[in-house]
């Protein structure tokens, strides 16, 4: 069965740390990985990371995909309080399929 | 606002009724998503079309639930007999064949509360 785990599960910092959240995942016909940020609304696409592009970064976050570990992590560094939030991972299988992660619930506090 | 939008944002309805949910995905887009999100878990798949075939749908989804997708645009999901277990967040997502991204809109949600 497709499986995405995320962890830590929660996490508490303080303004400026640095924060790196995990995803692995088992997946039949993997064909890429993606991150959303979801605030008290619906997620949105933060990164996508294929065999062709392993790494992105955009501004204090980036990404990277590590194909032979089946993992990526992601990075946010100089946290700020409003990077709360929970991060999910969700990897396509095929075409059309997605499977999400549980999510890391992060808090920076101030 | 071109987004992905759906309708009602809440509903609260009492256990044994029966309630339709709307979404409208981003209009160049073919391929329209619904899941199932709970507290503390990330979203769960329940089913996909692409234009006006629904071509999968999640084995978890019982027969209380149907969606239709007539025309290929709007998106319904029917839930019948609600169960207080339905309560939870139903997102819709839409995405674009052949555009060589992933990436999946995302629209605000019908947070349905069963009584």
């Known amino acids: 069965e497709d499986k995405v785990v995320q962890s830590p599960l929660s996490l508490v910092v303080h303004e400026g740390d640095t924060v790196t959240l995990n995803c692995s995942y088992e997946?039949?016909?993997?064909?890429?990985l993606l991150w959303y940020k979801q605030e008290k609304k619906a997620p949105t696409f933060l990164f996508m990371l294929t065999s062709s592009g392993i790494e992105k970064k955009s501004g204090r976050l980036s990404s990277i995909l590590d194909k032979k570990e089946l993992s990526s992590i992601l990075n946010i560094t100089a946290t700020q309080t409003g990077d709360s939030a929970i991060y999910l991972c969700?990897?396509?299988?095929?075409?059309?399929?997605?499977?999400f992660g549980t999510g890391t619930r992060l808090k920076v506090l101030a | 606002d071109t987004g992905v939008s759906q309708d009602p944002r809440h509903k609260i309805t009492k256990r044994g009724q029966n309630v339709t949910f709307r979404c409208d995905p981003i209009?160049?887009?073919?391929?329209l998503y619904w899941y199932r999100q709970t507290l503390g878990q990330g979203p769960e798949f329940l089913t996909y079309?692409?234009?006006?075939?629904?071509?999968?749908k999640s084995r978890l989804l019982s027969d209380r639930f149907s969606a239709e997708r007539p025309k290929g645009s709007f998106s319904t999901l029917e839930i019948q007999r609600t169960e207080q277990g339905d309560s939870a967040m139903y997102l819709c997502?839409?995405?674009?064949?052949?555009?060589?991204?992933?990436?999946?809109?995302f629209g605000p949600g019908t947070r349905l509360t069963v009584t």
């Open positions: 997502a839409s995405s674009r064949e052949g555009s060589g991204s992933y990436e999946q809109y």
């Open positions: 969700a990897v396509t299988s095929g075409t059309y399929k997605y499977i």
């Open positions: 997946v039949t016909n993997f064909r890429s």
């Open positions: 209009s160049e887009h073919n391929r």
């Open positions: 079309f692409q234009n006006e075939a629904q071509l999968e």
